[in-house]
C-alpha cells in the first residue's frame, strides 16, 4: 500500500504540472520544515516569471495494527495546490504570496470501516524567499486558514455525519522553513 501511495503522489505531480507549450520552465522540489515533529514535501512548477504553481504533500499517514484477533487500520493523507506569486524586492530576495486550498483525506476501523474524516481548508501564502544562488533557496513562509473537519462515522451499516469543527487557524507554530532545489 505503501508503494502504491507514492506511485500515485508522483503520477499525480507529472500529471498536474506537465511542460506549458513546449517551454522549458524552471521545477523546485525541497521539503518544508514547520516544527520538530513533522515535515512537508514541495514540489513547484514555473508557470510565468514570477508565478509558480505548487503542490505541498504535509501528511501522509497508514497504520495496521494487529492484536490478538483484532486488526485496526487507520489511513491519513493531506494535500494541497496552490498558486505562489513572487514580487521581487531586491538582488536574489522575493516575497511570496498566494492562495493554497487544501484536503485531508482519511479513514479507519477495526475490521471494517468504522470512521471517515474529510478535512478541506483554504490557507493564504506569506512569507519571503532568498535565492542562495540558481540551483537553491530557502524561505519563511505562513498559511494561515480556514478549515472544516468532518467526520462520519459508521455504525451497523448507517452513517451519522457530523461537522467536528470550524475555525481559523494561525499561529507561530505555522512559520515554517523551506529549502528547494532549482532543476
Not at 492484536?67 to 494541497?80: R, V
Request: hydrophobic share 40%; proline share 2%.
Amino acid at each position: 500500500m505503501y508503494k502504491f501511495i507514492i506511485f500515485l503522489t508522483l503520477f499525480c505531480l507529472m500529471f498536474c504540472f506537465n511542460s506549458m507549450h513546449g517551454q522549458t520552465m524552471a521545477k523546485e522540489i525541497g521539503i518544508r520544515l514547520g516544527s520538530f515533529s513533522g515535515y512537508d514535501l514541495l514540489y513547484k512548477k514555473q508557470k510565468s516569471e514570477t508565478q509558480y504553481s505548487r503542490f505541498r504533500l504535509s501528511n501522509a499517514k497508514l497504520e495496521l495494527n494487529k492484536i490478538a484477533n483484532l486488526t485496526a487500520y487507520d489511513f491519513f493523507i493531506n494535500f494541497g495546490l496552490g498558486l505562489e506569486n513572487r514580487v521581487p524586492l531586491g538582488n536574489n530576495f522575493a516575497m511570496v504570496h498566494g492562495w493554497e486550498p487544501s484536503l485531508g483525506f482519511g479513514f479507519s476501523g477495526s475490521g471494517k470501516l468504522e470512521t471517515i474524516n474529510i478535512n478541506p481548508r483554504i490557507g493564504y501564502i506569506f512569507g519571503f524567499m532568498y535565492s542562495i544562488n540558481n540551483k537553491f533557496a530557502i524561505s519563511i513562509e505562513s498559511v494561515p486558514s480556514l478549515y472544516i473537519s468532518t467526520s462520519i462515522e459508521v455504525i451497523e451499516s448507517k452513517t451519522n455525519s457530523s461537522i467536528n469543527r470550524v475555525g481559523f487557524d494561525y499561529s507561530s507554530s505555522l512559520i515554517s522553513l523551506s529549502m528547494v532545489g532549482r532543476f
